[in-house]
């Protein structure tokens, strides 16, 4: 399954004291949170919100990382004979690797490369979102174009 976690930067991104960029802050502190639950509970008057118990995202969990936002201390289940086409990405999303963890040839590379170009012109360099009778949303973005593929091994 795939998730994507939708956050407000005026809420939940923040400045890195260090290197002053944005750093997001969308992980539950879970001990922290019943903390301050508890303290709530003996007293009422004590409040507390979201901010109090937020931490910083892992790297691992943020968007593009080589780990596709599975903790690397878990093991990762793959439905048997389905495989990802490609196993490693560029800058762009466009494929370096392919199942094997193999580097693609140069000729390859520009083929796909070309392909996200086309993609690219065809629904904008960014996040297309498009508003569908009934309430839906179509939602488009080059980047991610080779992401889903699978072969059969």
């Known amino acids: 399954s795939v998730s994507v976690l939708l956050a407000r930067v005026d809420q ?5 004291p260090v290197t002053g960029e944005r750093r997001w802050k969308t992980w539950i502190d879970y001990d922290k949170f019943h903390e301050l639950a508890a303290r709530n509970a003996k007293d009422p ?7 109090d118990y937020t931490a910083y995202t892992p790297s691992w969990a943020l968007f593009g990382a080589t780990e596709e ?5 878990d093991q990762r289940h793959r439905k048997k004979k389905k495989h990802p086409k490609y196993t490693r990405f560029d800058e762009r999303g466009v494929p370096t690797h392919d199942d094997n963890n193999k580097e693609l040839s140069p ?5 796909l490369s070309d392909m996200m170009d086309n993609k ?18 179509m939602v488009q973005d080059a980047s991610l174009m080779f992401r889903g593929m699978v072969v059969v091994k």
């Open 12 to 16: 939940f991104a923040v400045e890195d």
């Open 45 to 51: 008057s004590f409040t507390f919100d979201v901010k």
């Open 69 to 73: 936002g599975f903790d690397p201390t």
């Open 107 to 111: 000729g390859e590379r520009k083929r």
């Open 120 to 137: 690219m012109r065809e629904v904008g360099a960014g996040t297309t979102v498009t508003q569908l009778k009934g309430g839906e949303k």
